[in-house]
């Protein structure tokens, strides 16, 4: 078909009575309906299409065909229109304004589009959008258009509230931010939960000035981060209006530092080879486990690497060891806690040698005191009585009153 623009027109035999076979093969045979309609006559209805464009005679133009072949004339359409702002708002309008589009020809106009509906062509780089509801939120985007109806692509979107209420204009109240829980690559955070008029729906959780979740609950994961690195969270509560709270207070968290392969003899580094505690083997192949513990069946979970042991005064955890250690001078421990403190929270034995753990002594005179973010504890063994010989099992026990989490990424022997 030679390049050009084209009519798609259609005919079609639209009889208002019965028309039978004989009648049909009298007439020519351009005119003539389907052999099988004339095989399987009968009496036929009327048939119409809901289009103002089908004439008297029957034909009827089913619109402008896309122009084929290679592309004459103005073929370009005109850049995107930049920088849309609102300019102002009142109860039942938005204005808006953006950046002029150019064109190889010459702009002739826009499109400015509401939440996916087109509200207006204006032919200037301003537009004032009418009729609006009170009290609502509107999205929009700018297209450009040129003579030859070449139109751009959609501008950024802006969003604009019309000023006024209709309905709920009530918003939530503001949550509380806090930090519940971190490792090298998440950020956990809770808040207290928001009260509304109506009801709360759910809450909008911000990193920085991106928006990272919208859970319904009051907690919320933030994962993929970099270790070692400072985040900022706010978070903002919502209705089913559209209605949102202030920001709450900002919470800053720092990543843990990336974990580092243990050094030394491993008794166990969680890296689920051998699998813990389903495999009830720890690194040296022998025996490991444990019980009475809030999670995995009494025996604790290993998440990302390392095992988590949440406790309520009550909790044992044991690693055979079985091998001779006197060429070893350190225990060593990476460790962390839900709240810091968790030292105080339980005892461990070694090698003929039970203590609490907040009473070990460490290389100084000092003592472990465990903390939120992971730290290596090096208590030296010969210094605290340990038997290096015949060091048995190392064993953790949780009587002592406390109700927390500790996580240990490793345990090894340097």
């Given amino acids: 078909v030679p390049a050009g623009s084209y009519s798609l ?6 009889p208002l009575e019965a028309v039978t076979p004989d009648v049909l093969r009298a007439r020519p045979a351009a005119s003539r309906l389907t052999d099988w309609v004339i095989d399987q006559w009968r009496p036929r209805l009327p048939l119409s299409f809901a289009n103002a ?10 619109g402008t065909m896309t122009t084929t072949g290679t592309c004459s004339g103005d073929c370009v359409a005109p850049t995107v229109p930049s920088n849309p702002t609102v300019t102002g708002v009142t109860n039942t309008t938005v204005s808006l304004s953006w950046t002029a589009s150019t064109d190889n020809v010459g702009v002739t106009g826009y499109q400015v589009w509401r939440d996916g509906v087109l509200a207006g062509t204006p032919t200037g ?9 009170p009290g609502q939120t509107y999205r929009y985007t700018v297209r450009a258009v040129d003579a030859a109806g070449n139109v751009s692509g959609p501008s950024a979107e802006v969003e604009a509230r019309t000023t006024g209420c209709s309905g709920d204009c009530t918003a939530p109240s503001t949550p509380v931010l806090s930090s519940s829980g971190k490792t090298d690559t998440t950020v956990t955070l809770s808040w207290t939960g928001a009260t509304d008029n109506v009801g709360v729906t759910g809450y909008e959780v911000f990193r920085g000035s991106t928006l990272v979740g919208s859970p319904t609950g ?14 900022t969270y706010t978070v903002k509560a919502r209705d089913a209006a559209g209605n949102r709270s202030a920001a709450s207070n900002a919470v800053t968290v720092t990543t843990d530092a990336a974990p580092q392969p243990p050094a030394g003899l491993v008794l166990d580094d969680f890296d689920g080879t051998p699998a813990y505690p389903s495999a009830a083997q720890n690194d040296l192949g022998r025996w490991t486990g444990g019980n009475c513990f809030l999670d995995g069946g009494g025996s604790g979970i290993v998440t990302g690497g390392a095992l988590s042991l949440r406790y309520n005064n009550c909790g044992w955890f044991g690693s055979d060891v079985g091998v001779d250690l006197g060429t070893r001078t350190y225990l060593v421990i990476r460790v962390k806690g839900a709240a810091g403190g968790e030292q105080q929270h339980f005892n461990l034995g070694l090698g003929g040698t039970t203590k609490l753990f ?10 472990p005191v465990i903390t939120t973010t992971y730290q290596d504890i090096r208590i030296p063994m010969a ?26 990424d490793h345990i090894s022997f340097e």
Wanted: proline share 1%; glycine share 14%; hydrophobic share 35%.
């Fill in 9 to 14: 027109v259609l005919k079609i035999r639209n």
């Fill in 53 to 62: 464009n089908q004439g008297a005679d029957g034909w009827v133009d089913l």
């Fill in 125 to 133: 780089a301003t537009f004032t959008d009418t009729g609006r509801a």
């Fill in 218 to 231: 009051t907690t919320f994961t933030d994962t993929g981060r970099t270790a070692s690195t400072a985040y």
């Fill in 358 to 367: 907040a009473d070990f002594t460490l290389d100084g005179g000092a003592h």
């Fill in 383 to 408: 210094a605290n009585g340990i038997n290096r010989n015949s060091p048995s099992q190392l064993a953790m026990g949780f009587w002592f009153g406390g109700s927390s989490t500790i996580t240990i």
